[in-house]
């Protein structure tokens, strides 16, 4: 048996030199892209265009700019005269905010009880730079109002303080984003090369003609599915490795917690995600079909991860669905590994969720296989 | 170029996806469903971000404090923790995405106008939550302070207007809640819509790999025309999704569409021709339908979610990344989209995107001819 199932695992790797570039695109090209995608995601929100009109040409309105550059959020895009610049810029899309100082600013701020006017106008066409310079502003706004608090009523900067919240944060240190964005991208990257290779392993003899060919020599069905899984196993792991190597030393996400542990994990999580590809790869006649399918499983369970959207804030029976998508608890593993150190103690309930899971999908993915093989 | 020619290309590239119906089914609803799905995941609204709350002093006042804290429906008291080993096993389950400590002496030190020592501790991993979290504690434990300290502050002669005095108006336009939504489901359209391209790409591939790729070039049809006629009814698809999306936006995600509709087909038009430019290069490049699927994903998929812009914001990606993203038809295509939807601009502003689009793909095609030629030369 070991023999014939070598024979098959051998004939995949002649099909993958045959046709090279398949897994130079899903290794190589998926390592690259992983990279390049880190780079160009993973900083903080910088640089945003924002447009000056100062009606009132002070110092303080200048020092209200000056604050807004160096938080680094903002370039000052122009200063402008009209408002209707400021409303062709935002039409266009030019700008991300747009502050306007009132006449009597200065005169306000240096009166003894003036309020002094900040007009801000967001792009809300671009919603997430748009919030970020809202963030912005705002922090500029607390430090100038307490400046000028501190300055009218003489009081000491501790017993202003006493209005703000101490802010400690845990974890990921520097809030550095590449440490929770890289650890997201690699497992959305992970999933489609095993989904995807795993779909196409059928359904390609299938359209070929040459799955009749393989069904009638001596091999058992048995005997097959595991021949064409290993080199999907072996695909999957190794890109699982080298893009933890990339994430690792491009990205300096460290590995905190036990790595024997994770490669165990990401084993068993290959092995839910093959059993997902195995299906689409019976059911779908061709291969525009498989891909199709497995772009649809792949996003929803992307969108399970709670890449962008914490499965918190979902409505309670996305809130259940999410608790069936290994991708989310292998996330949620995978930080917990990376960043937090998590052992399988605190990782009990994940770990459980996707031992479950492989059990039901692949006990029923290898039936529903042998089945349609048969 | 001869239409006779393009639209024998065409129609029989519509025969072969008719006698296929469940590929022809999941060709159509793919590029909605797929906006659906992400439409729903990607924008959520925070809410109920669990927290625990450690409080040392347990004080009348630090109990009011904690409960007025998880009042509304942004947090949502996890627990109450008694240790602050209690706190730390939460945050490293992940069961809480943010820890309040209470110190010992909060109401003493809040009465005698010391300060409010909160220590927040957030959940790093997870800093979408975390610094909502935060956020929404400050907002909370201000109001806690102000309804509080009015009176003492009142009697040191201070008036609580002076400790804020300055007076930030902040208007949102176009989105005045700054909604994710609004503009994410505009932009993503750009997205789903990369779809067809990796159907052509597909077809393509699946001519070389099944050897027919031959025959037709042994026709008097031309290369171009080929490729052309091939191209045709996945822009044709492609157009029956780009109308599809804005009624699904409006009627059940409820955005706004303020632009001119004609002026949004006939873009996006030209974004197809675009997109399936690069689908056309792929296809042509690769010998197995396999290799094609896993560069489209390459060029396609991955860059058009996360370079075009939808997300992370152009202006702050390194230099080089900015160049590439402008090559990407994407790019172009989410600024059209988001200003058809929302401030509902017309050509005259969007003209140089439109220029920059049709440049790109008229690029793109004749590549895709290029290579054509040169590679079954």
Redesign the interface.
């Known amino acids: 048996m070991i023999r014939r199932i070598y024979a098959i695992i051998r004939k995949e790797f002649i099909h993958l030199r045959h046709d090279w570039w398949l897994p130079a695109f899903m290794l190589i090209g998926g390592a690259m892209e992983l990279l390049l995608i880190g780079w160009a995601t993973s900083r903080p929100i910088t640089n945003l265009p924002l447009m000056v009109l100062d009606n009132d040409k002070s110092s303080a309105s200048r020092q209200v700019v000056t604050a807004l550059e160096n938080t680094g959020t903002f370039y000052i895009e122009g200063q402008v005269n009209e408002f209707e610049e400021i409303e062709n810029a935002l039409e266009k899309g030019d700008i991300i905010a747009a502050i306007i100082f009132p006449q009597d600013y200065s005169q306000q701020v240096n009166s003894s009880n003036g309020k002094p006017t900040l007009a801000v106008i967001l792009n809300g066409a671009e919603s997430i730079p748009a919030t970020a310079a809202l963030r912005a502003v705002e922090g500029v706004a607390r430090q100038l109002g307490e400046q000028i608090t501190i300055q009218r009523l003489n009081i000491s900067q501790e017993q202003l303080a006493g209005f703000s919240p101490s802010l400690r944060v845990w974890f990921n240190q520097a809030l550095n984003e590449a440490l929770y964005t890289t650890p997201a991208e690699l497992s959305l990257m992970l999933e489609f090369t095993i989904l995807l290779f795993a779909a196409l392993t059928f359904t390609r003899e299938r359209e070929l003609g040459t799955l009749e060919g393989l069904l009638v020599m001596p091999f058992s069905s048995l005997e097959i599915i595991i021949g064409k899984s290993i080199p999907v196993i072996l695909v999957g792991f190794l890109d699982f490795l080298l893009l933890l190597g990339i994430t690792n030393l491009a990205f300096g996400v460290p590995v905190r917690g036990s790595f024997p542990l994770l490669l165990i994990l990401v084993l068993i999580y290959i092995l839910v995600e093959l059993g997902k590809g195995l299906v689409i790869s019976v059911i779908s006649r061709t291969q525009h079909q498989a891909f199709l399918l497995v772009l649809i499983v792949g996003m929803v369970d992307f969108m399970f991860t709670g890449y962008a959207a914490p499965v918190e804030s979902m409505p309670q029976f996305l809130q259940i669905i999410a608790n069936v998508i290994p991708a989310n608890h292998m996330l949620a593993i995978t930080r917990g590994i990376l960043l937090k150190g998590s052992g399988l103690s605190a990782l009990g309930l994940h770990v459980i969720a996707l031992l479950v899971l492989v059990i039901v999908i692949g006990t029923f993915s290898f039936r529903f296989v042998r089945r349609a093989l048969d | 170029m001869s239409l006779r020619h393009i639209r024998a290309g065409t129609k029989k590239e519509i025969l072969h996806i008719l006698r296929?119906r469940?590929?022809l089914a999941?060709?159509l609803i793919?590029p909605t469903?797929?906006l659906f799905?992400?439409a729903?995941?990607?924008?959520?609204?925070?809410?109920?971000?669990?927290i625990v709350i450690l409080d040392y002093d347990r004080s009348p006042i630090s109990r009011d404090f904690a409960q007025q804290i998880t009042a509304g429906d942004d947090l949502q008291l996890y627990s109450m923790a008694s240790t602050f080993d209690e706190v730390e096993?939460l945050?490293?389950?992940?069961d809480v995405?943010a820890a309040l400590i209470i110190n010992p002496d909060f109401a003493h030190?809040?009465l005698s106008?010391?300060?409010?020592?909160?220590?927040?501790?957030?959940?790093?991993?997870?800093?979408?939550?975390?610094g909502f979290a935060?956020d929404h504690?400050?907002l909370r434990?201000?109001e806690f302070?102000n309804a509080r300290l009015a009176e003492s502050i009142k009697a040191l002669g201070?008036?609580f207007?002076?400790?804020?005095?300055?007076?930030?108006?902040?208007?949102?336009?176009?989105?005045?809640s700054?909604?994710?939504r609004?503009?994410?489901i505009p932009g993503l359209i750009s997205m789903v819509l990369g779809?067809p391209a990796?159907?052509v790409a597909?077809?393509f591939s699946?001519e070389r790999?099944?050897g027919t790729l031959e025959q037709l070039l042994a026709t008097p049809i031309s290369r171009l025309d080929l490729l052309l006629g091939k191209m045709l009814p996945y822009v044709f698809f492609g157009l029956l999704n780009v109308v599809m999306i804005p009624l699904v936006a409006m009627a059940w995600f409820r955005i706004p569409f303020n632009g001119s509709f004609l002026l949004y087909l006939g873009l996006s038009a030209v974004f197809l021709f675009a997109i399936l430019g690069i689908g056309m290069i792929v296809g042509v490049f690769?010998?197995?339908?396999?290799?094609a699927?896993?560069?489209s994903?390459?060029v396609i998929?991955?860059?058009g979610f996360?370079?075009t812009g939808i997300?992370?914001?152009i202006?702050?990606?390194?230099e080089i990344?900015r160049l590439?993203a402008l090559a990407l038809p994407g790019t172009h295509y989410a600024?059209i989209t988001?200003?058809v939807f929302?401030?509902g601009?017309g050509l005259e502003?969007l003209w140089p995107y439109a220029i920059m689009l049709f440049g790109l793909g008229v690029m793109f095609i004749a590549v895709a001819v290029l290579f054509f030629r040169k590679k079954l030369a």
């Open positions: 296929d469940m590929t999941l060709v793919t469903v797929l799905i992400m729903y995941a990607l924008t959520v609204d925070l809410r109920d971000v669990p096993q945050l490293i389950l992940g995405k030190e809040l106008l010391q300060g409010l020592p909160l220590q927040i501790i957030i959940d790093g991993t997870e800093p979408e939550s975390g935060v504690i400050a434990a201000e302070i201070y008036e207007d002076t400790l804020q005095p300055i007076d930030l108006r902040i208007r949102s336009w176009f989105n005045p700054l909604k994710p609004v503009d994410l779809l990796l159907s597909l077809t699946h790999e099944h690769m010998r197995s339908q396999a290799a699927l896993a560069l994903f390459l998929f991955f860059p996360f370079l997300f992370f914001p202006t702050s990606m390194p990344m590439e600024i988001r200003g929302l401030p601009i502003v």
